[in-house]
C-alpha cells in the first residue's frame, strides 16, 4: 500500500499538477479534472489493479491469461515505462537546487554571479517591481540561475554541447539510490518507503502552512479555485485535465498491475482503489494550495496579476518557488524543505516504474531471472545501461531532449490509446461481468454497475473522442513560443509515440499469422482467457477418454 501510496503521490501532484492548473487558468482547470477523476481515474485504477491480483502477474504476461491477443498492450506499457525513466532528470534538478540551498546567500536571489547577464533583476521586492516594468528585456535572478548556471541551456537541440559533470553526478547519485532501493525487489523497495512516502506529505503540509500565512497568498488561492467559465469552453482543458488524471494515477503505464500482482487473492483491492485515488487527487488539490499561494505572493510583491507572475512551463517550480523563497525570511530552511521533498517525491516514481519494468522483464524469462543472483544483476544492468543514456539528457541541450520525450514519449495519445485497448479488451472480449465476478470472488464486494457502464462505454468513448481531437488538434511542440524545433526532432518524437502504439497492432498481427486453424479459429483461440483454453483442454482429453472406454467395451 505504501509502495502504491508513494508511486501515486509523486511528480504528477506537486510538479506537473499545479503547472497544468496554471496553463489552464486556475479553477477552470479543476472542474474538468475533478469530474474525469471520477468516470476515468476511478474506474481505470480498480480496473488494472484487479487484473494484477486477479493474473498475479506483470503487465505483460497478464495478458497471456486474460486475451492472448492483447498482449501488445502489454509491450507497449513496457516502452512506455522506458520513456517514464526520463523523469529522473526532475530528481536531479532538484538535487542539484538543493545543494545550493545551504549557502549563505542563495544564489538565485543576486545578481552578483558570474553567469548573470546585464538585464538580471534581484529577486528584492523594490528591484523586481520597478526593474521588470522599465527594463523590456529583463529577467529575474532565478530564472538566470536555471536557464544559465543549471542547465547552461544551449540554443537548442542540435547544439547538445558538454555534459554538465555537477549534473552528471547528480543523474549517478539519483541511479545509485534507485537501484540499492529496489536491487533485493519488494523486501528492499518496501522498507524505503516508509520514508519516502510519509516524510513528504509532512514537508507539504508545513509548506502550505507557510504559504497560507504570506501577504497576497489568497490572491494566488483565489486564482486557483475561482474558474473561469469561458475556459471550460476550450477543449484542450479537458484534454490536458484526463492526460493529468492518467499521469498522476498511473494508468494505463502497467505499473498498479504490476504491483497489485504482489497482493494476496483475497486482498480488497476495491477498498483500496477508492483510498488510494482520493490520496492521489487530495494531495495534487493540496499541493495547489502551496503553488499559487506563493505565486500570489510573488504577484503583490511584483505588482502584477497571477497569470503574468511566471512564464508556464516545467520549469515552473525550479523558478517560482526559488525566487519567493529568496524574499521569505529564512530563505535556506523552505527551500530545503521544498527541495527535499521534490526529491522523495521523485525517487518514489521513478524506483516504482523501475522495478515495474524489472519485474515484468522477470515475468517474461522466468528461467533466466528468477534464480540466486540474477534479479540483482538484472537491476544493475537496466540502471547502469539508463544512466548511460541519461547523459544525454544533463548536456546544455539535455532539456530539449527531455521536453520532446515528455511530449512525444509519454503523450496523451499513448494514454488514450491504451485506455481505449484495454477496455475493449477487458469490458468487451473478456467481459466486465465476468470481471465484476472476479472482483467480487477477491474482495467479497461486487462493484457497482456504474464500473461496468464507464468500462464499457464512457471511458472508450471518451478516450475515442480525445485521441481524435488530439489528432486533428495537434500542434508541433515549441517552448514558449520562442523556439521550435527542427522537422528531424518532429519525425523522431512520433517514431516515439508510435515505437509504443504500434505494438498492440503488430502484436496481434504477429499472432494471428502464427496461430493455426482458419481465421474464426485463430481469432477465437487468441481471444479466450487461457483458463477457458485449458478447461477445454482437458474435457477434450476426458471427451477423448471416454471414446476409447466405450469403444474398448464394444470391442469387449
Given at each position: 500500500?505504501?509502495?502504491?501510496?508513494?508511486?501515486?503521490?509523486?511528480?504528477?501532484?506537486?510538479?506537473?499538477?499545479?503547472?497544468?492548473?496554471?496553463?489552464?487558468?486556475?479553477?477552470?482547470?479543476?472542474?474538468?479534472?475533478?469530474?474525469?477523476?471520477?468516470?476515468?481515474?476511478?474506474?481505470?485504477?480498480?480496473?488494472?489493479?484487479?487484473?494484477?491480483?486477479?493474473?498475479?502477474?506483470?503487465?505483460?504476461?497478464?495478458?497471456?491469461?486474460?486475451?492472448?491477443?492483447?498482449?501488445?498492450?502489454?509491450?507497449?506499457?513496457?516502452v512506455t515505462k522506458m520513456y517514464n525513466f526520463s523523469y529522473i532528470l526532475i530528481q536531479v534538478w532538484a538535487l542539484f537546487y538543493l545543494v545550493f540551498s545551504f549557502r549563505a546567500q542563495l544564489p538565485w536571489a543576486t545578481c552578483e554571479n558570474t553567469w548573470n547577464t546585464a538585464n538580471c533583476v534581484e529577486s528584492s521586492s523594490s528591484n523586481l517591481t520597478v526593474n521588470l516594468t522599465v527594463l523590456k528585456n529583463a529577467t529575474s535572478a532565478a530564472t538566470e540561475f536555471w536557464e544559465q548556471r543549471a542547465l547552461g541551456i544551449?540554443?537548442?537541440?542540435?547544439?547538445?554541447?558538454?555534459?554538465?559533470?555537477?549534473?552528471?553526478?547528480?543523474?549517478?547519485?539519483?541511479?545509485?539510490?534507485?537501484?540499492?532501493?529496489?536491487?533485493?525487489?519488494?523486501?528492499?523497495?518496501?522498507?524505503?518507503?516508509?520514508?519516502?512516502?510519509?516524510?513528504?506529505?509532512?514537508?507539504?503540509?508545513?509548506?502550505?502552512?507557510?504559504?497560507?500565512?504570506?501577504?497576497?497568498?489568497?490572491?494566488?488561492?483565489?486564482?486557483?479555485?475561482?474558474?473561469?467559465?469561458?475556459?471550460?469552453?476550450?477543449?484542450?482543458?479537458?484534454?490536458?485535465?484526463?492526460?493529468?488524471?492518467?499521469?498522476?494515477?498511473?494508468?494505463?503505464?502497467?505499473?498498479?498491475?504490476?504491483?497489485?500482482?504482489?497482493?494476496?487473492?483475497?486482498?480488497?483491492?476495491?477498498?483500496?482503489?477508492?483510498?488510494?485515488?482520493?490520496?492521489?487527487?487530495?494531495?495534487?488539490?493540496?499541493?495547489?494550495?502551496?503553488?499559487?499561494?506563493?505565486?500570489?505572493?510573488?504577484?503583490?510583491?511584483?505588482?502584477?496579476?497571477?497569470?503574468?507572475?511566471?512564464?508556464?512551463?516545467?520549469?515552473?517550480?525550479?523558478?517560482?518557488?526559488?525566487?519567493?523563497?529568496?524574499?521569505?525570511?529564512?530563505?535556506?530552511?523552505?527551500?530545503?524543505?521544498?527541495?527535499?521533498?521534490?526529491?522523495?517525491?521523485?525517487?518514489?516514481?521513478?524506483?516504482?516504474?523501475?522495478?515495474?519494468?524489472?519485474?515484468?522483464?522477470?515475468?517474461?524469462?522466468?528461467?533466466?531471472?528468477?534464480?540466486?543472483?540474477?534479479?540483482?544483476?538484472?537491476?544493475?544492468?537496466?540502471?547502469?545501461?539508463?544512466?548511460?543514456?541519461?547523459?544525454?539528457?544533463?548536456?546544455?541541450?539535455?532539456?530539449?531532449?527531455?521536453?520532446?520525450?515528455?511530449?512525444?514519449?509519454?503523450?496523451?495519445?499513448?494514454?488514450?490509446?491504451?485506455?481505449?485497448?484495454?477496455?475493449?479488451?477487458?469490458?468487451?472480449?473478456?467481459?466486465?461481468?465476468?470481471?465484476?465476478?472476479?472482483?467480487?470472488?477477491?474482495?467479497?464486494?461486487?462493484?457497482?454497475?456504474?464500473?461496468?457502464?464507464?468500462?464499457?462505454?464512457?471511458?472508450?468513448?471518451?478516450?475515442?473522442?480525445?485521441?481524435?481531437?488530439?489528432?486533428?488538434?495537434?500542434?508541433?511542440?515549441?517552448?514558449?513560443?520562442?523556439?521550435?524545433?527542427?522537422?528531424?526532432?518532429?519525425?523522431?518524437?512520433?517514431?516515439?509515440?508510435?515505437?509504443?502504439?504500434?505494438?498492440?497492432?503488430?502484436?496481434?498481427?504477429?499472432?494471428?499469422?502464427?496461430?493455426?486453424?482458419?481465421?474464426?479459429?485463430?481469432?477465437?483461440?487468441?481471444?479466450?482467457?487461457?483458463?477457458?483454453?485449458?478447461?477445454?483442454?482437458?474435457?477434450?482429453?476426458?471427451?477423448?477418454?471416454?471414446?476409447?472406454?466405450?469403444?474398448?467395451?464394444?470391442?469387449?
Amino acid at each position: 500500500m505504501l509502495v502504491v501510496a508513494g508511486n501515486l503521490v509523486g511528480l504528477g501532484n506537486v510538479w506537473k499538477f499545479p503547472y497544468l492548473c496554471y496553463k489552464n487558468g486556475g479553477g477552470a482547470f479543476l472542474v474538468p479534472y475533478g469530474l474525469l477523476s471520477v468516470v476515468l481515474g476511478v474506474p481505470m485504477f480498480l480496473l488494472e489493479s484487479s487484473v494484477g491480483q486477479y493474473t498475479q502477474e506483470g503487465s505483460v504476461t497478464c495478458w497471456r491469461k486474460l486475451c492472448p491477443l492483447a498482449q501488445g498492450i502489454g509491450y507497449g506499457q513496457l516502452v512506455t515505462k522506458m520513456y517514464n525513466f526520463s523523469y529522473i532528470l526532475i530528481q536531479v534538478w532538484a538535487l542539484f537546487y538543493l545543494v545550493f540551498s545551504f549557502r549563505a546567500q542563495l544564489p538565485w536571489a543576486t545578481c552578483e554571479n558570474t553567469w548573470n547577464t546585464a538585464n538580471c533583476v534581484e529577486s528584492s521586492s523594490s528591484n523586481l517591481t520597478v526593474n521588470l516594468t522599465v527594463l523590456k528585456n529583463a529577467t529575474s535572478a532565478a530564472t538566470e540561475f536555471w536557464e544559465q548556471r543549471a542547465l547552461g541551456i544551449s540554443g537548442g537541440i542540435d547544439e547538445l554541447g558538454s555534459v554538465r559533470w555537477e549534473l552528471a553526478l547528480c543523474l549517478l547519485a539519483c541511479w545509485v539510490f534507485c537501484y540499492f532501493s529496489i536491487w533485493k525487489g519488494v523486501r528492499s523497495s518496501g522498507k524505503v518507503v516508509y520514508f519516502t512516502a510519509t516524510f513528504p506529505c509532512v514537508m507539504l503540509l508545513i509548506l502550505l502552512v507557510r504559504g497560507a500565512t504570506l501577504p497576497g497568498a489568497w490572491e494566488g488561492i483565489y486564482y486557483y479555485l475561482y474558474p473561469d467559465l469561458n475556459r471550460l469552453s476550450n477543449l484542450e482543458v479537458w484534454l490536458e485535465a484526463g492526460y493529468q488524471i492518467c499521469f498522476s494515477y498511473s494508468l494505463t503505464s502497467g505499473t498498479l498491475s504490476v504491483l497489485s500482482s504482489y497482493n494476496k487473492y483475497n486482498n480488497n483491492c476495491y477498498k483500496d482503489c477508492f483510498w488510494l485515488c482520493l490520496l492521489n487527487s487530495g494531495t495534487s488539490f493540496v499541493a495547489g494550495f502551496v503553488v499559487f499561494s506563493v505565486l500570489g505572493f510573488m504577484a503583490q510583491k511584483q505588482g502584477v496579476p497571477v497569470e503574468s507572475v511566471v512564464e508556464s512551463g516545467p520549469g515552473l517550480a525550479f523558478i517560482a518557488y526559488p525566487q519567493a523563497t529568496a524574499m521569505m525570511p529564512f530563505p535556506q530552511f523552505w527551500t530545503v524543505c521544498f527541495f527535499l521533498m521534490l526529491i522523495l517525491l521523485s525517487v518514489d516514481t521513478h524506483f516504482v516504474s523501475v522495478e515495474g519494468f524489472t519485474t515484468t522483464i522477470s515475468d517474461l524469462f522466468p528461467k533466466l531471472f528468477r534464480k540466486p543472483g540474477r534479479h540483482e544483476l538484472l537491476v544493475l544492468f537496466v540502471c547502469s545501461s539508463f544512466f548511460l543514456v541519461h547523459l544525454l539528457l544533463v548536456t546544455e541541450g539535455g532539456v530539449y531532449i527531455f521536453l520532446l520525450i515528455d511530449y512525444y514519449g509519454i503523450t496523451r495519445a499513448c494514454y488514450y490509446f491504451m485506455a481505449l485497448s484495454e477496455c475493449l479488451t477487458l469490458a468487451w472480449i473478456f467481459g466486465a461481468d465476468r470481471l465484476i465476478n472476479i472482483i467480487e470472488d477477491m474482495t467479497g464486494q461486487r462493484p457497482s454497475v456504474f464500473f461496468k457502464l464507464c468500462w464499457k462505454y464512457i471511458i472508450p468513448l471518451l478516450s475515442l473522442i480525445s485521441l481524435i481531437v488530439y489528432l486533428v488538434d495537434y500542434k508541433h511542440l515549441s517552448i514558449n513560443d520562442w523556439y521550435t524545433y527542427p522537422d528531424w526532432a518532429y519525425a523522431l518524437g512520433w517514431a516515439m509515440t508510435l515505437s509504443s502504439v504500434l505494438m498492440v497492432p503488430l502484436w496481434a498481427a504477429g499472432q494471428m499469422c502464427v496461430t493455426a486453424g482458419i481465421f474464426r479459429q485463430r481469432l477465437s483461440v487468441l481471444c479466450r482467457p487461457a483458463e477457458d483454453l485449458d478447461q477445454q483442454e482437458r474435457d477434450l482429453e476426458d471427451e477423448g477418454t471416454t471414446v476409447e472406454l466405450r469403444t474398448s467395451a464394444a470391442t469387449s
